[in-house]
């Protein structure tokens, strides 16, 4: 009995080579969509950038004096209601982590804050967002891995992040 030439079963050569093509090329993306390793602090500056930018259009839209109050591996979001400073996540959502990173210091016009928060202190913020636009002028200072880099503000509602190349 012979076979009728159209039946053969499985797929050719070419069916084989366009699935291999197309799975390689899916892969690389995902290859260079991952962070290096010397990409984790720049990331942590600039989803800490865009964040505060976040902070400071819902201050403007909300006519809200909005805080953000930092600790070693990241921050929490601030309200000012009725006089005192609550934390909040219903107008910007809830806090951030800054991964691997950690704080090395906050600047406030110049001076370098104390970050402890004594036992009976109220809460309060680092760096507050005003329903003006304006922004407590700022410099946010993270390290890791022996890199440093900041986040800062001259007070205008924009933000520059800056990292060095060590």
Known sequence: MRRA?????????????????IM???ASAVVLMMPTRDDRLTH???????????MSRTAVGTGRVLGLRFEDGGYTPLVLQSGAWRPDTALVGRGKTWGDAHLM???LDGARLDLARKPGQALRPHVWFLPTGEVAAFKLSLILDGRSGAVKSAGAGRFEVTADEG
Do not use: C, H, P, Q
Request: charge should be negative; proline fraction near 0%; glycine fraction near 8%.
């Open 5 to 21: 030439l159209g039946n053969d079963s499985g797929f050719s050569l070419v069916e084989i080579m366009v699935v291999m093509v």
């Open 24 to 26: 390689g090329l899916m």
């Open 44 to 54: 942590a500056l600039d989803s800490t950038r865009t964040y505060m930018a976040a």
């Open 105 to 107: 210091s906050v600047e």
